[in-house]
């Protein structure tokens, strides 16, 4: 484990080998990462490793005494498990430190097939209660969970003390004030879910109209959000769409507003969580390395005890604004 | 520079050296940067074929770059049987799968990896049309084929890899001298605008504060009514 975290894992998003080397670089403790294909919730065009690729990184990971974690968090189609378990397979084969999965029969498949190989339940499974926890641990060995993102800090140190697995919260990316693995409003506009193919709202479906004054962004043939000249534009998702409703528009659902807790993270260790993940395996490396580098800084300084160094991600945002989210909850 | 396109008057191209040598270069034909072109081309392919593998999807996408501080565009075969890159003027009659369109040192920026094109998209400095799955494919190819322009073309010059790279040093420095130098400018030629914007945003602060309070008092109004 690298920095001085202790026993803090800060893990680090990568979408391609580079990136991969820029979290390892910037002081990743782990690294996540995705196949090339629908077996991860991240099935971007141009996006993710090649078999060889992962081989490459994981040398380079554990060359610097970093952990690589491979995703394999959507759900497989009915009649159609090959692609999940080859991935599982693979992942296992190339000595991956452990996989991220969503899906019971997969975790089971791992379990069975590579009891050896760690495995990590996904936010995608939106596991959040004692009980949902301790059965995956107890019938299908699960080591941490990540939490969704709904549960506040306090909500968060009770669930440490109930449940025996280690437990990894976000820490930026998006807010994600949802059940995650359970959205399917990509499906109602473009028919592809993040669930079942890894995309959620896919570009092929995407299209930007800029008309000089406005920024339309259209989702399967439907506008689904309009930004004046003076407007940071967001992720052309459904739940980021503006609606008019009792004559009113506004965000119904999300706004775009991005999740950061650098300045909470004393409080996240206080409250026994392993695992720091930074969201944005889509991002380009530069996010990567700026962020990263970050919340190495504010890790490093909170594990002494010591006051967060100061720093600007604002410009790594979407929407050009974040907030903790619901680990300071102010709605109900 | 281009008064025809539809987006000249949102996306205004930065007071920079770039512009300035777009400018004194706009009298050039296109063909002239050709055989640069060529050569870069060759070099993406021979030193980041991994890029174009992770475009094998999209079958043989054409994109129209355009930076918008340039009096050309750039149109990029990005097929892996036979890319190319070829300077233009206008564009407007290209079929092109996408258009990328952004102040250029911000392209290159992305180009080589240095700005997350999220991030640039989001502060609308970048605008995208056509196909955004091909364009999300291509910012994910170069940004994973960790492009260095210098290194990449310091490769193609042999033994005067190292004079070369001082005097794109040098080149450079001079660059960033401009560069301040343009921005002192700058300031100092829309300073009595904004110095007339502060004013008038001071005055609206004003009328906000006098409406918000005749807004109260109308109020207070309706609750005093028996």
Same mark, same amino acid.
């Given at each position: 484990?690298?920095?001085?975290?202790?026993?803090?894992?800060?893990?680090?998003?990568?979408?391609?080998?580079?990136?991969?080397?820029?979290?390892?670089?910037?002081?990743?403790?782990?690294?996540?990462?995705?196949?090339?294909?629908?077996?991860?919730?991240?099935?971007?065009?141009?996006?993710?490793?090649?078999?060889?690729?992962?081989?490459?990184?994981? @040398?380079?990971? *554990?060359?610097?005494?970093?952990?690589?974690?491979?995703?394999? /968090?959507?759900?497989?189609?009915?009649? /159609?498990?090959?692609? +999940?378990?080859?991935?599982?397979?693979?992942?296992?084969?190339?000595?991956?430190?452990?996989?991220?999965?969503?899906?019971?029969? %997969?975790?089971?498949?791992?379990?069975?097939?590579?009891?050896?190989?760690? =495995?990590?339940?996904?936010?995608?499974?939106?596991?959040?209660?004692?009980?949902?926890?301790?059965?995956?641990?107890?019938?299908?060995?699960?080591?941490?969970?990540?939490?969704? &993102?709904? %549960? !506040?800090?306090?909500?968060?140190?009770?669930?440490?003390?109930?449940?025996?697995?280690?437990?990894?919260?976000?820490?930026?990316?998006?807010?994600?004030?949802?059940?995650?693995?359970?959205?399917?409003?990509?499906?109602?506009?473009?028919?592809?879910?993040?669930?079942?193919? $890894?995309?959620?709202?896919? #570009?092929? *479906?995407? &299209?930007?109209?800029?008309?000089?004054?406005?920024?339309?962004?259209?989702?399967?043939?439907?506008?689904?959000?309009?930004?004046?000249?003076?407007?940071?534009?967001?992720?052309? !998702?459904?739940?980021?769409? =503006?609606?008019?409703?009792?004559?009113?528009?506004?965000?119904?659902?999300?706004?775009?507003?991005?999740?950061?807790?650098?300045?909470?993270?004393?409080?996240?260790?206080? #409250?026994?969580? !392993? $695992?720091?993940?930074?969201?944005?395996?889509?991002?380009?490396?530069?996010?990567?390395?700026?962020?990263?580098?970050?919340?190495?800084?504010?890790?490093?300084?909170?594990?002494?005890?010591?006051?967060?160094?100061?720093?600007?991600?604002? @410009?790594?945002?979407?929407? $050009?604004?974040?907030?903790?989210? #619901?680990?300071?909850?102010? +709605?109900? | 520079?281009?008064?025809?396109?539809?987006?000249?008057?949102?996306?205004?191209?930065?007071?920079?050296?770039?512009?300035?040598?777009?400018?004194?270069?706009?009298?050039?034909?296109?063909?002239?940067?050709?055989?640069?072109?060529?050569?870069?081309?060759?070099?993406?392919?021979?030193?980041?074929?991994?890029?174009?593998?992770?475009?094998?999807?999209?079958?043989?996408?054409?994109?129209?770059?355009?930076?918008?501080?340039?009096?050309?565009?750039?149109?990029?075969?990005?097929?892996?049987?036979?890319?190319?890159?070829?300077?233009?003027?206008?564009?407007?009659?290209?079929?092109?799968?996408?258009?990328?369109?952004?102040?250029?040192?911000?392209?290159?920026?992305?180009?080589?990896?240095?700005?997350?094109?999220?991030?640039?998209?989001?502060?609308?400095?970048?605008?995208?049309?056509?196909?955004?799955?091909?364009?999300?494919?291509?910012?994910?190819?170069?940004?994973?084929?960790?492009?260095?322009?210098?290194?990449?073309?310091?490769?193609?010059?042999?033994?005067?890899?190292?004079?070369?790279?001082?005097?794109?040093?040098?080149?450079?420095?001079?660059?960033?001298?401009?560069?301040?130098?343009?921005?002192?400018?700058?300031?100092?030629?829309?300073?009595?605008?904004?110095?007339?914007?502060?004013?008038?945003?001071?005055?609206?602060?004003?009328?906000?504060?006098?409406?918000?309070?005749?807004?109260?008092?109308?109020?207070?109004?309706?609750?005093?009514?028996?």
């Amino acid at each position: 484990m690298k920095g001085t975290s202790g026993t803090l894992d800060l893990v680090c998003p990568a979408g391609t080998p580079a990136a991969l080397r820029a979290a390892v670089d910037a002081g990743a403790d782990s690294v996540y990462v995705g196949f090339r294909d629908e077996t991860n919730a991240r099935n971007f065009p141009g996006l993710n490793f090649s078999r060889a690729d992962l081989e490459d990184g994981l @040398a380079y990971a *554990h060359g610097h005494g970093v952990k690589v974690l491979v995703a394999i /968090n959507t759900f497989p189609g009915a009649g /159609n498990p090959g692609p +999940w378990r080859g991935a599982v397979d693979a992942a296992a084969a190339l000595g991956a430190d452990a996989i991220i999965v969503a899906d019971i029969g %997969l975790a089971d498949y791992a379990r069975r097939t590579h009891p050896g190989l760690r =495995r990590h339940l996904s936010v995608q499974a939106a596991a959040s209660s004692p009980e949902a926890i301790g059965f995956y641990h107890r019938e299908l060995g699960i080591s941490r969970v990540v939490l969704p &993102r709904v %549960l !506040t800090i306090e909500e968060i140190a009770a669930l440490n003390k109930a449940v025996p697995v280690e437990t990894e919260v976000f820490v930026f990316g998006a807010m994600s004030v949802m059940a995650e693995g359970r959205c399917s409003m990509s499906s109602y506009l473009t028919g592809k879910s993040p669930n079942t193919v $890894g995309v959620c709202s896919p #570009a092929s *479906h995407v &299209r930007y109209l800029d008309t000089g004054d406005t920024l339309l962004t259209t989702l399967g043939g439907y506008t689904i959000n309009a930004f004046s000249e003076t407007e940071s534009a967001c992720y052309p !998702t459904l739940c980021k769409g =503006r609606f008019v409703a009792r004559g009113k528009t506004s965000y119904l659902f999300e706004e775009p507003t991005s999740l950061n807790a650098i300045g909470i993270l004393p409080e996240l260790m206080a #409250a026994g969580v !392993t $695992g720091l993940k930074i969201e944005g395996r889509q991002r380009g490396r530069a996010y990567v390395a700026e962020v990263v580098a970050a919340f190495r800084r504010a890790v490093d300084a909170a594990v002494r005890g010591e006051p967060a160094p100061p720093t600007d991600l604002v @410009a790594m945002t979407e929407g $050009g604004c974040y907030s903790a989210g #619901a680990y300071r909850k102010a +709605w109900y | 520079m281009r008064q025809s396109h539809p987006l000249a008057h949102r996306l205004v191209p930065p007071l920079s050296p770039v512009l300035v040598a777009g400018l004194a270069l706009r009298a050039l034909p296109p063909a002239l940067f050709q055989p640069v072109l060529g050569l870069a081309m060759a070099t993406m392919r021979r030193r980041h074929a991994g890029a174009f593998e992770r475009l094998a999807g999209l079958g043989e996408p054409v994109f129209l770059i355009d930076p918008i501080d340039l009096p050309y565009s750039f149109v990029l075969r990005a097929g892996a049987r036979a890319p190319s890159l070829t300077a233009i003027r206008g564009g407007h009659a290209v079929r092109a799968t996408a258009t990328i369109r952004g102040p250029l040192l911000a392209l290159i920026d992305l180009l080589q990896g240095r700005i997350d094109g999220d991030a640039l998209f989001f502060s609308r400095g970048l605008v995208i049309e056509g196909d955004t799955e091909a364009v999300v494919a291509l910012r994910n190819a170069v940004d994973g084929a960790e492009i260095d322009i210098a290194a990449d073309m310091a490769s193609l010059l042999g033994p005067l890899a190292r004079p070369a790279r001082r005097l794109a040093g040098a080149a450079g420095a001079v660059y960033s001298r401009l560069a301040e130098d343009l921005e002192t400018l700058r300031r100092a030629a829309i300073a009595p605008a904004m110095r007339r914007a502060g004013a008038d945003a001071a005055r609206l602060d004003r009328m906000d504060e006098a409406i918000a309070e005749l807004r109260r008092r109308m109020r207070r109004g309706r609750m005093e009514k028996p």
